[in-house]
């Protein structure tokens, strides 16, 4: 494949990714403000999952609370930096490109709810994880994840290349 149809290629799965987060996560909150209460808990799993509609003016798990218009900027600024470095490196690899978008969907999510409502709903609650956070929180620190694995993987990889 040429490398033109290969970047337009990468770039479907960014975007995909992307909006597939982005649709998930408005949705799960969606159905959560429509049928739980601000305030009160559903017991899922007992004693392990709850889901809990909590009201969050701070970043991801509560951090930063009542810091709406900065994170909003900072925000905007991270999708920015997200899709210039998705234009710069010239991601080739599916993964790469899958979990980046991964990345800007949950930093859309959250920007989404920011700018209509001035707050994010979270609602996940797990006994043995204090914060309480979204789908898109849980996107953003998957794409992370995933992406220090991949570059980790990439290091380790070059350097057994280069040592043999």
Not at 75 to 93: G, N, P, R
Not at 130 to 137: H, L, S, T
Request: aromatic share 12%; proline share 2%; net charge positive.
């Amino acid at each position: 494949m040429d490398k033109g149809k290969r970047n337009v290629l990468m770039s479907v799965y960014f975007l995909i990714s992307g909006v597939a987060v982005l649709i998930i996560d408005q949705i799960t909150k969606y159905l959560v403000i429509a049928n739980v209460a601000r305030g009160t808990t559903m017991e899922l799993i007992p004693d392990f999952l709850y889901i809990v509609n909590v009201k969050n003016t701070g970043a991801a798990f509560g951090i930063f609370q009542d810091h709406t218009k900065v994170l909003t900027i900072i925000s905007l600024v991270a999708i920015v930096l997200i899709i210039i470095l998705k234009v710069i490196m010239d991601l080739h690899y599916i993964f790469y490109n899958i979990t980046l978008g991964f990345i800007l969907g949950g930093a859309l999510g959250n920007l989404v709810d920011r700018f209509f409502i001035g707050e994010v709903t979270d609602f996940i609650s797990f006994t043995i994880f204090p914060p309480v956070f979204n789908v898109a929180d849980s996107f953003i620190v998957i794409g992370f994840s995933l992406i220090i694995i991949l570059i980790l993987r990439e290091y380790f990889k070059k350097g057994k290349s280069q040592g043999s």
